[in-house]
């Protein structure tokens, strides 16, 4: 399957040298596209009070339509109504608003991450989770990564669809999740917020203040948090050519694996 490394919602957060990414993967498939993960949409930019709240204010997203995935599938040659599946690898603003933009689309998400968008349960959950990001009423799929299989000794790992694996990697949200896509001649594991930046798990540990703050202020849980920190920094290690491990937001990674000639 053709992958390509969009990103779809810049940001830039105080003191963060760089500014953030929203790296959405956009794959090819013979049934149609799937996106994984959607960043900022049409209606974002819109009306950005209602449908991304006071983190704003903390992200300071860009907002930039050109930036959004329907105007990038289009870019591409692509007919929008050609995104069949979306899936997610959590529900934050950043990473849900472009689902908006394509109505039609099966969402796959975890069922515990469903349960927590639908029926917050904590402060936290109730801050982050805007209803108005589901005013469209999109179509959930749920599934519970502990009935699949494993994924290269995740034990919490299910294909949903042909080449795409959901992981249960909890800690950020309550139903957080990687997503591995099989390029053909390698796989490309989305880690989405398990970790913020390179530096957090390739050894040199050099990451801003401001992001590790942020990252450890919004978590739902921060020892699982940690857990999954030190299982990607052991992958990261393994260095495997037949593996790229990327996240949501490392401006880095994405411009590497969008270089890459392989995708």
Same mark, same amino acid.
């Given at each position: ?12 957060? %105080?003191?963060?040298?760089?500014? #953030? ?5 956009? @794959?090819?498939? &013979?049934?149609? #596209?799937? #996106? ?8 974002? +930019? ?5 449908? +991304?709240?006071? $983190? ?11 930036? !959004?995935?329907?105007?990038? @599938?289009?870019k591409l040659g692509h007919d929008p109504a050609d995104v069949r599946d979306v899936v997610l690898t959590h529900g934050d603003a950043d990473h849900t608003g472009g689902l908006a933009d394509f109505p039609h689309a099966r969402v796959h998400l975890t069922a515990a991450e469903s349960s927590a968008v639908q029926q917050p349960r904590t402060r936290n959950e109730r !801050? ?22 494993? %994924? ?14 959901? +992981? &249960?990697?909890?800690?950020? !949200? ?5 997503? $591995? ?5 390698? %796989? +490309? #594991? ?12 390739? &050894? ?13 202020? @919004?978590?739902?849980? %921060? ?14 290690? $393994? ?8 996240? $949501? ?15």
């Open positions: 399957m053709k992958v390509s490394h969009l990103n779809c919602g810049s940001m830039r957060p %105080w003191a963060s040298p760089g500014g #953030l990414v929203c790296h959405v993967l956009l @794959v090819e498939t &013979g049934d149609g #596209l799937v #996106l994984v993960d959607s960043g900022f949409g049409l209606r974002d +930019i819109a009306e950005p009070a209602r449908r +991304i709240g006071a $983190a704003r204010h903390l992200i300071r997203p860009v907002l930039d339509p050109r930036e !959004t995935a329907i105007r990038q @599938v289009e !801050t982050r989770y805007l209803p108005t990001q589901r005013e469209h009423g999109p179509q959930l799929v749920e599934h519970d990564p502990a009935r699949g299989d494993g %994924w290269r000794g995740f034990a919490a790992a299910a294909e949903i669809l042909p080449g795409v694996v959901l +992981i &249960g990697l909890s800690g950020h !949200t309550r139903g957080h999740a990687a997503v $591995a896509v099989d390029a053909g001649d390698r %796989w +490309i #594991l989305h880690t989405g917020d398990a970790f913020y930046h390179r530096g957090q798990i390739d &050894g040199t540990g050099q990451v801003s203040r401001t992001l590790t703050v942020m990252e450890r202020a @919004v978590a739902h849980d %921060w020892s699982r948090v940690r857990a999954n920190h030190a299982r990607l920094t052991e992958l990261q290690a $393994a260095a495997d050519p037949g593996l790229l491990l990327v996240n $949501a937001h490392d401006p880095e990674l994405l411009r590497r694996a969008a270089a890459d000639p392989r995708d």
